[in-house]
Structure formats: structure tokens, C-alpha cells
């Protein structure tokens, strides 16, 4: 705390009798002690001078005309406040009921009549050192409090900002029960949803070992890092393993988040669950079998990726069927006998839970039963998931936080490689690279590359280089047909490969047109092509790979240009729709 | 694009692992993978656990082996393919010619 107040002026008191000789002789001796002194001859005096010039201590006679001690010692206390001013009555009476009285008045203390020079010195000290002592106390009291005041007003701030952070994603789902500890930060846990890209959802809980700020600064990036890759597609394992990362890093030794990962597809009709610490969750089957998720990894923030074990466990689900999970906080919610809750009551609830409840509200009013009135437990965080036909859950991925969209949409990129960099290097990475700043592309960086790579070989080696696929009818024309290919990259002068990639955004999701040109004498597509019949040949997969993964491909200009339109999609739903109503690409 | 071969301890099935990219510039290494082998070989496993991707000529490349081991009879399993190389060899229809696992 700060450092005591100072104090080395001398002491100001205030003298009130009605007593001339009285009065003069204490003035002096208090004035010889080194006091200021004022001085009045009745009570009404001596408050009119205390609300003047606030004395610091009071001597006052108990009996004086107009008004007596007791009325002004009563005035005075109400003036100085909070403030301890000592009140000392000079008096010469004797009776205890007198005394008393002056006590209950508001007085600290008497001096009797006649004065005795050490006992008055003893005194004034004495009550010196017990106002000080109050000042200081008052003092840091309102320092306590102002400070208090200063940390709330700024956790209030920093629980808008992890709000931001760590929004409620999609926990308002139909099909998503919870209760969680009030928005949860600052006690230890976390709990996030987020649609996925491609349907479904991802679901994190948490329980990170201690409270408070440090818990909260811990959560922090796991929302962050939780909401951000899910939102772009990554799987739960990917997401563990960042978080992973994350925490082993910024957490002390000691420090770490038990937690399940929940990836719900309910297109499939399945969970992948993966749990590292938390309590066993219990898969409820529709037809009132149960199954419980234990914890077989090792909590978030523990070891390093190199050990981490990001594994998820599939479970096969029916609609109707409800995965309940939660923290530690429920099993130990204290009744007033200090007992916990613990899993045997859970198991009990569950058993004795009626078809028409939900496993929800089953739990919780468990919980409420067993703990009474108890003021609510903070760190109790309980989530039931139930597997809903997609039609219920329409319209929940059109809710993915803004970042799934973020990045570059509307982009058009002419990238041309030349004369003898044709034989050295491959601009499929690069091409790759700018793909994938797409958010909603990186999933799909699979298939680019194979239509991006399929591409250039063909323009390499039939345009550029006039290879023919006939060679590699044999496995001798094969290997004939790529020593010719290095033979000939060996002579590229003067011609060129040209990509332009073209990136639009369409109502589901984005559109990438690929055009690769190249300065060949151009090939007959035709005869490269698989016809149906020769699945068995040796080449011209190229093309019907290209034509499976992109929607279109066109060849222009004698097969020196070669077009593709690849369609992506939001929801893998709304892809496999939009592909039964769209003709598959054609040739024209 | 290391490719590794290991003889079972009967002597009669091949395998051979491809690691990183399987395209043309494999063609070589491949082919001598199973042409200098041991004719008491009769069947081949392709593992692509590490192989991280894999095109059009290397779907070729497959093809050869396949007919040197005997065309209908022969006796291949491609193993370990991510989802990246088991998608192209799914939409490639490969699952007709070879036993994936």
C-alpha cells in the first residue's frame, strides 16, 4: 500500500469553556506543548469555529452557556464525517451518569478539573495517534476501493473484447443445449461452437486449471484459433493440434486446458469426439442405450505436437441421438454438506430420466436439486448435442463468422513462364499459393493442384514440347517418351506457358476460371483423350481428371488453350445440389 | 523421389514405396523397382503412405506394372493413400483394376 501519510505540523485544537481563568490556563500549557489552539466560550461558539477551520482534536466543557458540551460535541461528530476528530470533555463532574452521558454524546474521553499537565500531554498524544491511525486506514481503504472499482471497470472491458474474440458462434443452434458459467471468462472455462464451411458443426469445451486473468489471457487464442480454422474448413484434429501448440507455448508448466473436441456432421450422421481430460461424456442413443466418451488424450497445452495424439474417435449417430459433455464443474458442485455431485448422481439422473425429458434439463435440475439454494458454482459449463436432420439446421453455416469470407474474393492473375525457366522450374506452388489465399479454396488445394498440374504438363508436353501419347502405348514407349521429354525441354527459347486465374465469388460459394496457354504448334485433344473403352491405356488420364474435378474444360485456338471453370462451395451440400441441376462440364 | 523396395521373407511379394511426388520423373526409378526384380515374385504392394501426391503419368506408371504382373491376374495393392491420392485414383475408377486399401 502507499506510504503513510506525513505529519509533522503541529497539532490544531480547539479549547471551548466558559471559564476565562480555565480557559487561559489550558491555552498555555497546550501552546508550551507546541499546539495551536483556538479557543470559544460556549458550544454554539465552537461549532461555528470547527466548521471554520476543522480542528483536529476537541476539548469541551460539559456544561457552558447558550449551548452545552453534549448539543456541540453532537454538532461536531456530524460535521467531521467520516473524519475522527477527538472529543475530549473538560469536566468537573464526578457522577458516573454524567459521564456517561458525555460518551454517549459522542465524546472519546474526559479530562477533570483541575488540570494535570502530564495527563493532558499523555492524552492529546494518545488521541493524536489513534486519529492518525484512522486517517490512514481511511485512506487506504478508499484506495482499495478506487482501485477495485479501476479492475472491474477494466474486466468489464476485457470481458467485451473476449466477447468479440470468442462470440457465441452457433451455440444458439436448435439442436444445442447449454449452460455455461457466465460467458465463462474469468472462471477457467470455455466453450465455443462454430458451423463448418461444409456442413455441420465444431464444438470445443474446456476447463483450463486455475481462474481468473490468466485463465482468461489462455482462452483468448484458443477462441481465436477455434472460430478461425473452423470457420475455414479445417478438421477438428487440426484445429487440436494448433491449440495444442499454442497453449504449450504460452502457458506456464502446470498450466494446461482439459478439453473435447466436438466435429458433428450431420449429413454422415456422425460424431468425432475427441477428449483430453474432461469427465467421460455419454452418447444417448435414441432408443435410450448409452455409450460414454472417456478421455484418452492428454489435456491441451501438456506435450508437444511431436507427442500430441489429435486422433478423434468416430461414432456413428441417428438422428434424435444427444451427446452430453461437460466440465469437471459438474461433477463437483457442492450441496451444503460440502458432498460433490460427483458421476454416480449424473449415471443415477440419466437412469431415471423419462423419454419425454431431455438429458439437459434432466442434469441440470439434478444439479439445482442436490446443491439447494447454494450461490451458483462459476465453473460449471454443460453442453448437450443433438443430432438434427440437416433441413433443421438450414441456414446455420450462412451464419460463419466474417473471416470464412475474409481475403482476397474478386482476383484475376496472369503468370507466365518462358523460354528455358519452362525446363528448370514449376509454377504450380506459386499458382497454388495464390489459390489458396481463398479461404473457401484451401480445402479444396487437393484438386487445384491436380487441375493446375494436369494442365501444364499437357501444355508442356504436347504443346510446348509436341509430345505425342501415342508413345506411351508400350512400357518402352513410355520411358522413350520422357527421355524425349528431357531431350527436347533442353530447346525452349522463345516459347512460353500462361496462366490466368480468374476468382469470382458466386451466391453459394466462389468460381475459379483457369486459362492455360502456351506457345505450341497446339495438339489434337481429341486423340489425347480417354475414350470409353480404353480405360487400359497408358495415358490420357490427364484430361479425364481434369474433367472430373473441374465442372467445365474447353480446348481453344487447336488445343493451344485450354479453359477450365471449378466451382466451390460453401456447404458440401450445396455443391452436391447444385451438381445434380448443373450439366457436368462438357466438351465443345 | 526416393523409391524404396522390401522383399516379404517368402520372396514373393514386392513392395514398393514411393516417397513425396509420384509423377513422371518417377517413371525410371519405378520401373526398374519391379523389372530387375525376382521372378518368384507374384505380387506387388505399392505403399503410398508417404507419397504426397501423385498425377496423371504416375496413374500410367501404375498401369505398367499392372500388365507386367500379368494384366487381369495380376496380383497389386496400392496402400496408404491420402485423401488427396485416393481421390484421384477413385475418380481415375482405379478401384477396378487394383485391390486400395
Known amino acids: ?588 | 523421389m526416393p523409391i524404396h523396395t522390401h522383399r516379404s521373407y517368402d520372396g514373393q511379394t514386392l513392395t514398393i514405396k514411393i516417397e513425396g511426388r509420384f509423377d513422371f520423373s518417377t517413371h525410371q526409378a519405378f520401373r526398374d523397382a519391379y523389372e530387375h526384380g525376382d521372378e518368384n515374385v507374384d505380387s506387388f504392394i505399392v505403399d503410398l503412405s508417404n507419397t504426397t501426391y501423385l498425377d496423371s503419368s504416375a496413374l500410367g506408371m501404375l498401369l505398367l506394372l499392372r500388365d507386367y504382373a500379368g494384366g487381369d491376374r495380376a496380383r497389386i495393392r496400392i496402400e496408404n493413400c491420402n485423401s488427396d491420392v485416393r481421390r484421384i485414383l477413385s475418380i481415375s475408377n482405379f478401384e477396378q483394376l487394383f485391390a486400395i486399401r
Not at chain 1, 461452437?193 to 489462455?218: E, N, V
Not at chain 1, 493440434?241 to 486446458?257: A, S, V, Y
Not at chain 1, 463468422?401 to 492473375?413: D, F, I, N, T
Not at chain 1, 508436353?461 to 501419347?469: K, P
Request: net charge negative; aromatic share 6%; with cysteine.
Open chain 1, 1 to 588: 500500500m502507499d506510504d503513510p501519510l506525513p505529519e509533522n505540523r503541529p497539532l490544531r485544537i480547539l479549547i471551548a469553556d466558559d471559564s476565562d481563568s480555565d480557559r487561559l490556563i489550558l491555552k498555555t500549557l497546550l501552546r508550551r506543548l507546541g499546539h495551536k489552539v483556538e479557543d470559544a466560550e460556549n458550544g454554539l461558539e465552537a461549532v461555528n469555529i470547527f466548521r471554520k477551520s476543522a480542528p483536529d482534536i476537541v476539548l469541551l466543557d460539559a456544561l457552558m452557556p447558550v449551548m452545552d458540551g453534549m448539543e456541540a460535541a453532537r454538532q461536531i461528530k456530524v460535521l467531521a464525517g467520516e473524519q475522527l476528530v477527538p472529543l475530549i470533555f473538560l469536566t468537573s463532574l464526578s457522577d458516573a451518569g454524567a459521564l456517561a452521558r458525555c460518551l454517549e454524546a459522542g465524546g472519546d474521553d474526559f479530562l477533570t478539573k483541575p488540570y494535570n499537565r502530564i495527563i493532558i500531554e499523555a492524552k492529546i498524544n494518545a488521541f493524536n495517534r489513534m486519529r492518525l491511525m484512522h486517517r490512514t486506514l481511511s485512506h487506504h481503504r478508499d484506495l482499495i476501493r478506487e482501485r477495485n472499482s479501476k479492475l472491474l471497470e477494466e474486466q468489464e472491458i476485457a470481458k467485451r473484447v473476449f466477447d468479440n474474440v470468442a462470440h457465441t458462434g452457433c451455440l444458439d443452434a436448435p439442436n444445442i443445449r447449454f449452460h455455461a458459467s457466465p460467458m465463462s471468462i474469468f472462471n477457467g472455462d470455455v466453450l465455443f461452437a462454430c458451423p463448418r464451411p461444409a456442413g455441420g458443426m465444431q464444438i470445443l469445451i474446456g476447463d483450463f486449471t486455475g481462474h481468473g486473468l490468466p485463465a482468461a489471457i489462455g482462452a483468448m487464442p484458443v477462441a481465436e484459433i477455434f472460430y478461425g480454422m473452423t470457420s475455414k474448413g479445417f478438421s477438428g484434429s487440426d484445429v487440436l493440434r494448433e491449440i495444442n501448440q499454442k497453449l504449450g507455448r504460452i502457458l506456464p508448466t502446470g498450466m494446461f486446458c482439459c478439453a473435447a473436441m466436438i466435429q458433428a456432421d450431420f449429413h454422415l450422421n456422425q460424431l468425432q469426439i475427441w477428449n483430453g481430460g474432461l469427465p467421460d461424456g455419454v452418447l444417448l442413443r435414441k432408443d435410450g442405450m448409452r455409450e460414454t466418451v472417456v478421455s484418452r488424450h492428454l489435456p491441451l497445452g501438456v506435450v508437444g505436437n511431436a507427442r500430441f495424439d489429435a486422433g478423434m474417435e468416430v461414432f456413428h449417430t441417428e438422428p434424435g441421438d444427444t451427446l452430453l459433455m461437460m466440465t469437471d464443474g459438474v461433477m463437483e458442485a457442492e450441496n451444503r454438506q460440502g458432498e460433490m455431485y460427483g458421476e454416480q448422481r449424473l449415471i443415477r439422473s440419466l437412469d431415471e430420466m423419462s423419454r419425454q425429458e431431455s438429458p439437459f434439463e434432466t442434469i441440470m435440475s439434478g444439479i439445482r436439486t442436490f446443491t439447494g439454494n447454494q450461490p451458483e458454482q462459476d465453473d460449471l459449463t454443460l453442453i448437450t448435442l443433438r443430432m438434427a436432420e440437416d433441413a433443421e439446421l438450414a441456414g446455420i453455416s450462412d451464419r460463419l463468422p466474417q473471416s470464412a469470407l475474409e481475403g482476397p474474393a474478386e482476383w484475376r492473375c496472369v503468370y507466365e513462364v518462358q523460354d528455358r525457366t519452362l525446363g528448370q522450374f514449376s509454377p504450380l506452388p506459386l499458382l497454388l499459393h495464390i489459390c489458396m489465399e481463398v479461404p473457401g479454396l484451401r480445402r479444396k488445394s487437393g484438386e487445384i493442384y491436380t487441375l493446375l498440374a494436369e494442365l501444364y504438363s499437357n501444355a508442356l508436353e504436347h504443346g510446348v514440347l509436341g509430345l505425342c501419347s501415342d508413345w506411351k502405348a508400350t512400357p518402352d514407349g513410355f520411358g522413350h517418351y520422357y527421355a524425349e521429354r528431357e531431350r527436347r525441354l533442353a530447346d525452349v527459347a522463345g516459347h512460353f506457358i500462361r496462366f490466368t486465374l480468374t476468382h469470382t465469388m458466386t451466391g453459394q460459394g466462389g468460381r475459379l476460371a483457369i486459362v492455360c496457354e502456351d506457345s505450341g504448334s497446339g495438339f489434337d485433344f481429341s486423340r489425347t483423350r480417354l475414350e470409353a473403352g480404353d480405360e487400359r491405356r497408358y495415358s490420357g488420364r490427364g484430361l479425364l481428371l481434369i474433367q472430373k474435378i473441374g465442372r467445365s474444360l474447353n480446348y481453344r485456338e487447336h488445343g493451344t488453350k485450354a479453359e477450365i471453370v471449378y466451382d466451390w462451395y460453401f456447404s458440401e451440400v450445396a455443391g452436391r445440389e447444385g451438381s445434380t441441376t448443373q450439366q457436368p462440364g462438357g466438351w465443345s
